[in-house]
Structures are given as structure tokens and as C-alpha cells.
């Protein structure tokens, strides 16, 4: 019996050991990927830029210049604390509370992986016993199985299936035009066969095939999004190779844990909160309730876009950060696209949101010299309750 229970206590060590690499590695990960895209985004922590900021309060003060770049270079080193120095908290405390006054200054730094990473790090960085190891991984599953989810859920619509969908795959059909009409199809099954492969991950019977699939989107979105491909928005490639490793340290094991622990603890006050802002919260974006970025909603067809249009007079006192993205379209019309404008300046897209591009408006209205020179027209596509096409006049900011 002695033997016995000596051999099941060292399997006990063996495992609780296994676990803790695991959720260093993954805290690793995560720490690696945000350091990536914090410094291919630089221009939005510290510029220069001419992309406004958009506080979360107007009363907010502005953080830029040597204070930006104090606190961004505080960012890296409280990383590399956090990797030398595992099981300590506070260098993960500190590196999330930078982030949130970086944050609370400008909302267009509310970036989907941005969001991720962050609730990722407080969940498996702020851990402190190995009980506590395995509810932080458990609680990094529910949510990467709800952002599949979600994801696909947002892509039940015609916009992604018809337009948005087909453009992601245009490195394809340019080398195979004859199928693009059956590869183009494929945009009408993609949202359900992603849905699908987020619930199989929950499951032990199906969770190897889902692993693969999920993996397999990423290598996808990777060939189509990378520079053999469209060569746009870099700023994902580190998030969907990051995911893919995520998927592999979360799910590859298929019989340690069962969907009740994933969806189901009344004991981690961290679980409540989980499923508040990855099952709750995402499923009020379809009413246009919260926030599309906040709810897996990128490159599904289902967000707000906007562009501002200028006369010529409104142009001429547009400041010259701006100029270079304004396009002259027609006698007397210059569109601004904020798409195009986020993207060039900052190396992210615009965070999505009416009252976000009533911020830049007002921004660049504050610039003209006659201030009836300018229109925003916006566009809120969601599930349900999408609205169309709206315009506002500085007046109306």
C-alpha cells in the first residue's frame, strides 16, 4: 500500500509539474504575441500621429509624448519581469494597469487582440496554486471556445458570406479563376463549420478534429492575410499564429478536462466575469448593444464603417498628416476613409464604433476653417438592428 500510494503521489507531482509548464508556456506566449503587436502598432501608443485619440472622457488627459513613452517602455520591461520572475503578480498587475490608462485615453487602442491578451494575462498571470493553475487554464479554454463561436455566429450574414469573404480568398481564385464561383460558395458554410469547431473543442469525442480545423483556420488566414496573400493588416499575423498556439497548449490533451469545467465553476468569481464579457456581453452586439471589437466580430461583415467627405475648400485646411488619405473622388468631393487613414497611421483598424468616429469627425472639424465643409456618413451593420446609412455635419458632432 505504501508503494502504492508513493506512486500515486508522484503522479500527482508529474501532473501538477505538467501544469505548471503549460500555463508558463502559454503565459509566454501570450507575453511574446502582445510585445509583437505593441511594437508594430508603436504609432498608436506614442505616435507620431495624426489619427486622433479618442478618450474614453473628453476630461480625460491625453497620454503622449515623454509620459507615452515612459509608460510604453514600461510595458516591455514589466514583460520581461513577468517571464524571469513566473510566479510573481505583480509585474502582470502592473503591466495591465498600464494598459488600462493607455486605454482609458483612446479607444481606438481597444484592439480585439488587445482585449484577448489582456483578460488571457489576468487570468494566467495572476494565478497562485496549482487548483488555481488549472481553473486559469479552464477559463483560457472558455475563452478561446467562445471567441470561435462568436465568430462565426457574426459571420452569419450576406456582407461577409458575399463580399467580405470572397475578398479574403482573392489570393485564390487570381491563381484559380475557374473555381472562383465554387470557392466563393465556400463563404456560406465557413460561419457554421467555425461555430461547429468551437463547440467540438468542449467536447472529448471531438476535440482532436476541432483542433485540427481551428489550426487549419489559422494557417488559412495566415496564407490568405500574409505577404504571399493580400499582404493587409499585419498587425493579425502574430494574433492568428499566437491562436493556433493557444489551441495546441489548451486543447491537445483530450482527457484531462470535460466541458463542465470549461463552462460550469460557481467557485472562481474569474468564471462570472469570463462568461460576462465572452458569452453575455457578444451576444448583445448582434442588437447593437456592445461593442463589435469586443465581441469577435473582426472581418465578419458585421461592423460599422464610415468615411467623411470634404469639399474642396475643406480639404485645403484639412491638417497635412491628413492629406495624404484623402481621396478626390468627383468635382468638389474628397473622401476620407477611415479605414484607410487608421491602417496607414497606426497599423491597425479603426475601432468600430459610431460614437468612436464622431470623436475623429469632431477632431477634424476642429481643424477647418468653415466647418460646413465636412460630413461623416456612418453605416452600423449587425445581426439584427442595422442602420442605414447615417450623415452628421460638425454641428451635429
Known sequence: MGRVGTWKQDDAEDRDAALR???????????????????????LWIGPRSYPQAPVWTLLPPIQGVVATVLY???????????????????????????????????????PWVF?????????????????????????????????????????????MEHEFPWIITPMTSLLP??????????????????????????RRFRRVSLAA?????????????????????????????????DVLLFSSSGDFSWRDIVWDVQDLRHGAAVALFVVMPALSFFNLWDSYLSSALYSGNLTEAQIYLSDLGAASTPGGIRPYLVHTSE?????????????????????????????????CDHLRDRDQLVLVVKEQRMFFSRPETGFRCSQL
Open 332 to 364: 468638389n468631393t474628397n473622401v476620407l476613409n477611415l479605414q484607410r487613414w487608421a491602417v496607414g497611421d497606426l497599423n491597425v483598424t479603426p475601432y468600430a464604433e459610431t460614437r468612436v468616429f464622431k470623436d475623429i469627425a469632431r477632431n477634424v
Open 21 to 43: 509548464r503549460r500555463l508558463f508556456v502559454l503565459r509566454l506566449t501570450i507575453l511574446v504575441a502582445f510585445g509583437t503587436g505593441l511594437l508594430m502598432s508603436s504609432a
Open 178 to 203: 475557374a473555381m472562383t464561383t465554387p470557392l466563393d460558395a465556400l463563404g456560406f458554410l465557413v460561419p457554421f463549420v467555425q461555430v461547429v469547431f468551437g463547440i467540438g473543442l468542449l467536447t
Open 214 to 246: 481551428a489550426v487549419g483556420m489559422h494557417v488559412f488566414i495566415l496564407a490568405m492575410f500574409g505577404p504571399l496573400g493580400l499582404n493587409w493588416n499585419d498587425i493579425v499575423w502574430p494574433w492568428t499564429a499566437a491562436m493556433a498556439v493557444f
Open 116 to 160: 484577448q491578451y489582456s483578460f488571457l494575462l489576468a487570468v494566467v498571470g495572476l494565478s497562485t496554486a496549482p487548483v488555481d493553475d488549472l481553473r486559469a487554464l479552464n477559463l483560457a479554454r472558455l475563452v478561446i471556445v467562445f471567441t470561435y463561436v462568436f465568430s462565426g455566429l457574426q459571420k452569419i450574414n450576406l456582407n461577409f
Open 73 to 111: 517602455g514600461g510595458l516591455f520591461a514589466l514583460a520581461g519581469l513577468a517571464v524571469v520572475f513566473p510566479r510573481a503578480r505583480w509585474p502582470i498587475a502592473g503591466f495591465l494597469a498600464i494598459l488600462i490608462a493607455f486605454c482609458l485615453a483612446d479607444q481606438t487602442r481597444w484592439q
